[in-house]
């Protein structure tokens, strides 16, 4: 089994491969991308790719370093360390900026991957203050790497410093893939969760597993069906499926925005749109049933609410209130 292997992400790929075989080495990027799109093996590449002993540009997967970076044991490759939600206090950040000036043990560079940085809401603008320096300035010998879902969590003063690469969805085929050879399922279970979590491998994943995601996609497909039949009662249904569970009601209006964002790109650019809901045949109904004007009202809608429910609205009654809107919409 090759650790190294990538799917999809090519031109980014291409584009470090290309840097370092030049003798271009980045010293700080930033890899962005919705959760479950690989942002972190895709920095553990970058990180193999600086350090592989062949130096070709992309992990050889054989050499020492590489080894080491797949077990996660290679001494020149760190990551800060992180509170249970994954967030960092500026305290766990700060040892990196002076253990930099060190040079590294193992390797020709030290890289420092940090993963997930909009999770630290609080203290994500002060890190980025205090890697700013080792970002303007980097010695010879460091690569800094951050990752979060989407470019916003960056100050421009860091995004004009930084290679900057975008995670993308890879096709149906190569997730199903990747669930048959990394995840040993069985191409009927393959196929089901590539259908729920599209060209997103780590929603595939989820899916399998069975968590929130699943059962979050199984009340979106039910409020979308719903929705085409215009039918209050099971639009009710579906949204008490969710049991006022918060993060349940949360994925569910997730996943059905993103129906419903699909349904308009359909409307715009046609049945070949390229589309990444857990419900392709819902939003295609969608695209034809609904006019785009009443598609963007619906999207609205759901944003505000999924707001609410980040801002700890009572569950029961957004449920209610939800209901009386979606018919209405
Ligand atoms: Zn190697």
């Avoid at 790929?13 to 990027?29: A, D, Q, W, Y």
């Avoid at 054989?62 to 001494?75: F, L, Q, T, V």
């Avoid at 509170?83 to 930099?100: F, L, T």
Wanted: charged letters at 20%; hydrophobic letters at 40%; glycine letters at 6%.
């Amino acid at each position: 089994m090759n650790n190294y292997k990538i799917y999809g992400n090519n031109s980014s790929k291409e584009l470090i491969t290309n840097m370092i075989s030049k003798g271009r080495e980045p010293h700080s990027l930033i890899i962005h991308g919705e959760k479950g799109l690989g942002k972190k093996k895709l920095a553990s590449w970058v990180a193999a790719a600086l350090l592989c002993e062949e130096g070709s540009g992309t992990p050889c997967g054989k050499c020492k370093s590489c080894r080491m970076i797949a077990e996660g044991a290679h001494p020149d490759v760190m990551s800060p360390k992180c509170g249970p939600k994954g967030n960092y206090m500026v305290d766990d950040i700060r040892p990196i900026v002076s253990d930099a000036v060190i040079a590294p043990t193992e390797s020709r560079m030290k890289v420092y991957i940090i993963p997930d940085l909009d999770r630290s809401v609080v203290t994500s603008v002060q890190i980025q203050n205090i890697l700013l320096k080792l970002i303007e300035e980097p010695p010879e010998h460091t690569a800094v790497i951050l990752t979060a879902s989407g470019r916003e969590t960056f100050l421009p003063t860091i995004l004009s410093r930084v290679i900057s690469i975008g995670a993308v969805p890879v096709s149906d085929a190569e997730s199903a893939e990747y669930l048959e050879v990394y995840e040993n399922a069985d191409p009927v279970s393959a196929a089901d969760a590539v259908s729920a979590g599209r060209g997103n491998i780590g929603r595939c994943i989820e899916y399998l597993n069975g968590g929130l995601f699943k059962s979050g996609v199984k009340a979106a497909r039910e409020l979308a069906r719903a929705a085409i039949n215009k039918n209050e009662y099971q639009i009710l249904l579906a949204l008490e499926q969710t049991d006022s569970s918060r993060p349940l009601l949360r994925e569910c209006l997730c996943l059905y925005s993103e129906i419903i964002r699909d349904s308009l790109r359909i409307r715009l650019e046609g049945e070949n749109a390229v589309t990444v809901s857990c419900d392709e045949g819902a939003a295609k109904h969608l695209a034809t049933a609904m006019t785009s004007e009443r598609a963007l009202a619906l999207y609205d809608i759901l944003c505000s609410y999924i707001t609410g429910i980040d801002s700890n609205s009572n569950t029961s009654l957004t449920i209610n209130s939800l209901c009386g809107m979606l018919v209405a919409t």
